[in-house]
């Protein structure tokens, strides 16, 4: 039985379901996803139907881009209440029309315009695979129900699971966040240098290690740094699968949290 985390997938299912015949993953292990399921990557549709068909012994974290998807069917939604569109949920014209409708609400609207469906992954699922407005909203629920983090004893330490990095406090981060779950969809240099927990292990990814001048560069494998004041072991484990078409660094990793064995696909 083992435990394994993978980070940062970004729509890259095929490399995923080959993470897990390496692995072997079985019903008596678990596994621990750190968010960033969709976007980039050409099938955030085939990860978004896996993660709502999972089994227990998975473990959904949220990351940024997941959020950020809960916000963009939000959006839609008080849009057809605004615009009263009174959009079928269950016809993916309709789900079309309304998104073309937000589009153009959102047009002169400046960043809110450029932030809505930024990498057009709602776009592909409504124009290529016949989504409907119920199953975006049956995604963006799953989301909702994520948890932020997830902590577990691993190696005679606390370990926390988490998109992208820890801090118990606010008061231990700089300024420039305004909520912890800021920093733990968000934080990056700052996870290293503010994040952290006493005698423990934090495990995140959101800085693709293939990302020179980034701290956590490490010519696409995995990133670990240990905190000696705090006896902290940190890992970024986002080696950039996503980029693997443009960079012959990126890779998708593994970590087995009993013997901190790293795999690669
Ligand atoms: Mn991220």
Not at 5 to 16: A, L, N, Q
Not at 169 to 196: C, M
Not at 210 to 224: H, L, S, T
Not at 226 to 250: H, L, Q, S, V
């Amino acid at each position: 039985m083992g435990t394994y985390v993978i980070s940062d997938i970004h729509g890259c299912y095929k490399e995923f379901l080959t993470m897990l015949d390496k692995i072997r993953f079985s019903d008596t292990d678990q596994l621990v996803l750190a968010g960033d399921y969709i976007d980039k990557g050409k099938q955030s549709y085939e990860m978004l139907q896996w993660i709502v068909n999972c089994l227990s012994n998975v473990v959904l974290i949220r990351g940024n881009h997941d959020e950020e998807f809960i916000d963009y069917v939000g959006l839609m939604l008080q849009i057809d209440k605004k615009e009263k569109l009174a959009s079928c949920f269950s016809s993916n014209k309709d789900a079309i029309a309304l998104y073309q409708s937000v589009k153009y609400v959102l047009k002169d609207k400046g960043d809110l315009g450029l932030y809505f469906d930024m990498y057009g992954t709602i776009k592909d699922l409504l124009y290529n695979y016949g989504v409907t407005l119920k199953m975006l909203c049956k995604w963006a629920e799953t989301f909702l129900k994520m948890p932020y983090y997830y902590e577990l004893q691993a190696r005679a330490r606390q370990c926390v699971i988490v998109h992208a990095g820890y801090a118990r406090k606010l008061e231990d981060t700089s300024t420039s966040f305004s909520s912890l779950e800021e920093f733990y969809l968000y934080a990056r240099a700052e996870s290293v240098k503010q994040g952290g927990i006493r005698h423990g292990i934090i495990i995140a990814g959101h800085t693709p290690t293939i990302a020179k001048g980034e701290f956590a560069y490490n010519k696409g494998n995995v990133f670990k740094y240990y905190d000696k004041e705090k006896d902290c072991i940190f890992y970024d484990i986002d080696c950039g699968c996503t980029f693997r078409n443009k960079n012959g660094d990126a890779k998708l990793a593994c970590i087995r949290l009993e013997d901190e064995k790293i795999f690669y696909v």
